[in-house]
């Protein structure tokens, strides 16, 4: 990390409790300021760079600060790029040693042996929160070993995002609802304005998500509810068809070669119809005031012939190592933010939505009204997120398999090699079968 970010992003809470006693002559022991040092505990945490500012400054000056200083504990929060993440949480899980807490942003199975078990996390919070969504179990408990590897707070919906002037006057005035819409208004968008749709075909968390919920809406999963490799299927070859025929009518090559950004850059920019993305893409239109952000239209995941379905897009699971200094710390320190988790729904702007419903009572009423979205009710599809947004390795559990072909990016690469027309779409859902079964094959011996 570079030094710049670094004075940014690392931030240090310490409890000034021994001053504080001795100011008011309370307590032999803080007559020795050493010894009140040495009493004091430290909990580190690395944090994703939120994209929105606000949730890290509420996070790390509004819920650390004060809980460091009510524990005795220095709260050391680290945040770093997306892009970071996954090669920061190897050198720690390979030197056995980094942050007490890590939070990932994709179910971290593989880590199940460097890791503690956070079923007590589960257990503490709902106590006072009710149970957690189906979503958060799913990414984080092995049903193997019932150990959960993780503990997840929340999660972002992956909406469809679409220029909804060009939908009307496509004949779609709410935008698609169906992927069938989607094909035929994009093609008529295309032909008539020349903007293209902008589904990723490329190595990158977006194009990989936006392809899971094409894959499974169709049908399609690349295993089955009992982790059996399953992606070689009529249903996995009928959505490859369905994305090779898109690309060829309402996209441009471009989006093989996209990387993370790219979705939000080409939406903002007003070149593309419609992107599977988010709302940090009308958030930032917001934030920044872009003339674009009243032109775009917030819808839920699309019906496809099997179901309507998507992805999390990001999914916070927030991991203990095994080799933690204070573990003790840091559990506690995910119990008592879950208590505080209706404000950090908010300081996130509706992107991190509860796996505990309950912890934000009134989140359909917040959704329905909000000044800073054009229009105010623009969120309030998100409303029923939590009907139509399911976890990585769905039907299943998330596990270190799938894990695996999801940061190789097996799926997209399926869809790209039919639509570049590399292959034939039986051949390349055949090459994805072969290496998600050597995948699976691996983790079964390990």
């Not at 680290?78 to 939070?103: C, P, T, V, W, Y």
């Not at 189906?134 to 049903?143: C, D, K, Q």
């Not at 936006?210 to 999963?221: D, N, P, Q, T």
């Not at 320190?333 to 702007?349: N, R």
């Amino acid at each position: 990390m570079k030094n710049k970010s670094r004075d940014v992003s690392r931030r240090e809470f310490m409890t000034i409790a021994g001053a504080e006693v001795v100011a008011v002559g309370l307590g032999p022991a803080f007559l020795f300021p050493e010894r009140a040092a040495a009493q004091q505990k430290t909990l580190t945490i690395a944090q994703w760079r939120h994209f929105v500012p606000g949730y890290d400054k509420w996070f790390d000056d509004v819920f650390a600060k004060p809980w460091g200083q009510k524990h005795n504990t220095r709260v050391i929060v680290d945040h770093m790029a997306i892009e970071e993440i996954n090669a920061s949480a190897a050198k720690e899980a390979a030197a056995r040693q980094g942050h007490d807490l890590f939070l990932f942003l994709a179910p971290p199975a593989g880590y199940e042996k460097q890791v503690i078990d956070h079923a007590e996390i589960y257990q503490e919070v709902e106590k006072k929160h009710g149970k957690a969504i189906p979503l958060a179990h799913r990414s984080t408990l092995n049903p193997k070993t019932k150990k959960y590897f993780a503990f997840s707070d929340s999660y972002a919906p992956d909406p469809g995002n679409c220029h909804k002037g060009w939908w009307a006057e496509a004949g779609y005035p709410n935008g698609p609802d169906t992927w069938d819409e989607l094909r035929i208004g994009a093609r008529k968008i295309r032909e008539r304005t020349g903007h293209p749709c902008g589904l990723g075909l490329s190595q990158e968390v977006d194009s990989d998500m936006a392809l899971r919920a094409l894959l499974w809406s169709f049908g399609g999963a690349e295993q089955d509810e009992r982790g059996s490799v399953t992606i070689n299927s009529k249903a996995t070859v009928d959505a490859v068809k369905y994305m090779r025929a898109l690309f060829q009518e309402s996209q441009t090559r471009e989006v093989f070669t996209w990387s993370t950004p790219s979705a939000s850059q080409s939406t903002l920019a007003g070149r593309t119809s419609y992107a599977i993305h988010p709302i940090s893409i009308t958030r930032q239109a917001e934030r920044e005031r872009l003339p674009i952000g009243g032109r775009l239209a917030i819808q839920p995941a699309l019906q496809g012939p099997a179901k309507r379905i998507a992805p999390a897009h990001v999914t916070d699971c927030y991991a203990i190592w095994n080799f933690a200094r204070n573990k003790e710390g840091a559990k506690q320190f995910l119990v008592d933010y879950m208590d505080s988790f209706g404000e950090a729904f908010q300081a996130s702007e509706f992107y991190n939505f509860p796996c505990f419903p309950s912890t934000v009572p009134n989140l359909a009423r917040q959704l329905s009204h909000d000044d800073k979205a054009d229009p105010p009710d623009k969120y309030k599809v998100l409303a029923n997120a939590s009907d139509w947004t399911t976890n990585i390795g769905y039907p299943g559990y998330a596990n270190a398999a799938t894990e695996e072909v999801l940061n190789t990016f097996v799926v997209p690469t399926m869809f790209a090699q039919a639509a570049r027309d590399e292959m034939t779409p039986e051949a390349a859902v055949a090459a994805a079968e072969k290496e998600i079964k050597r995948i699976f094959d691996k983790w079964k011996t390990l």
